[in-house]
């Protein structure tokens, strides 16, 4: 009787467990979406904690292991780690999942090739890229805007050998820069081979102010898309020697001597970007503004409303397009309580921009200056 009664209780207690069980798992999953919707929403540093708890739990679930991989790449973080997590999700690939907002799982070996680039594993890099290539060809799913992720792993596993790439960035937003460039060949004024000093190589082309305490940088893009930035035109080597130690004083560390009449990395020299000198600097007054909408020629009804809702709105031209911005900040944190006010009335695209005497810079570039001129 005694053996009988707890085995029922046995049976009894059974379902419980199983329930508390199934709502543990629930919690699990609950938190990887929290995670997965921090990173498609460009803020894949948020979700690096919760993932690093989902792990602890679950070390060997690919796909936890895969999007911390992910995190960790975009903000720039162990890619070392990153590479060996997406070795262990590889192993396991018919497991991972398409993300949304994120990417079907053939986007592992974009991160793979980012991952190995960052920590210097060329080789593994190139393995990564033919892997890339091969899931473009045989699903035409990823063809179309996906394809930038083709392109770009291309670039990213081309100059990984380049002593400066550690300089590149993985931008937040993973998407293709609407920036306008404007190039012209590469002309020289010699026949004989010219030397510079390289300073960087990047994927997505900056404003020449980027590197502080240089003047002077040249900016040439290859064929591939390959932006890369030099100081000098010398006609001896031993002359741009010279430059480069003068350039590694500064901070540049990883600078070298190049032969800039390279046909292959320097054919292209880069004039403009959104109709601006790549050398243009930053001077006089900057302030920030709270960017509400754009839009090309004419004023779209729903915009219209905003005049009856908002006080202090302005209009700018910006290349072919009209932006709407609301009020002129000195201080960032002032832009920035603003801007969550009018997120809390329901303009939730409301962004912050920067302008140097009525010309549109980054926010980064803002915030340098401003700091080396308080």
């Known amino acids: 009787m005694r053996r009988f009664c707890l085995s029922g209780l046995f049976f009894l207690l059974l379902p419980v467990a199983l329930i508390a069980q199934e709502k543990q798992n629930q919690a699990f999953w609950d938190r990887y979406d929290q995670a997965r919707l921090s990173i498609a929403k460009h803020n894949a540093g948020g979700s690096i904690k919760i993932l690093e708890e989902l792990y602890e739990i679950d070390s060997l679930n690919p796909n ?115 920036l306008l460039i404007r190039t012209q060949p590469h002309k020289y004024s010699t026949f004989s081979t010219l030397y510079g000093v390289q300073v960087a190589a990047l994927i997505e082309p900056q404003m020449t102010r980027k590197f502080d305490g240089l003047k002077n940088v040249e900016v040439y893009v290859d064929m591939h898309g390959v932006y890369r930035y030099v100081i000098g035109n010398f006609n001896f080597r031993s002359q741009a020697e010279k430059m480069l130690d003068v350039v590694k004083g500064v901070g540049y560390a990883d600078s070298f001597v190049v032969n800039i009449t390279d046909e292959e990395r320097y054919p292209l020299e880069v004039v403009a970007l959104d109709q601006h000198s790549p050398k243009a600097q930053i001077r006089g007054t900057v302030d920030y503004r709270i960017q509400l909408a754009a839009f090309k020629e004419s004023l779209p009804d729903e915009l219209a409303q905003y005049y009856f809702m908002i006080d202090s709105i302005s209009e700018v031209s910006v290349n072919d397009l009209t932006l709407l911005t609301v009020g002129s900040f000195i201080s960032y944190g002032d832009a920035i309580q603003r801007r969550d006010e009018l997120r809390l009335m329901g303009f939730r695209d409301a962004f912050i921009v920067a302008f140097n005497e009525g010309r549109k810079v980054s926010i980064e570039d803002a915030r340098q200056y401003l700091r080396k001129v308080e």
């Open 64 to 178: 936890v292991g895969y999007l911390l991989g992910v995190a960790k790449i975009i903000v720039g973080q162990e890619p070392h780690r990153a590479a060996r997590l997406f070795e262990m999700s590889d192993k396991h690939f018919n497991e991972l999942w398409d993300n949304p907002g994120i990417g079907p799982p053939e986007h592992l070996f974009y991160y793979m090739i980012l991952a190995y680039c960052r920590s210097g594993q060329c080789g593994k890099a190139k393995e990564a890229l033919v892997r890339l290539e091969e899931a473009f060809v045989d699903d035409k799913k990823f063809l179309g805007n996906d394809e930038y992720y083709l392109l770009d792993g291309r670039k990213w596993a081309n100059m990984c050998s380049e002593p400066t790439m550690k300089l590149l960035e993985v931008p937040e937003r993973l998407v293709k820069h609407d």
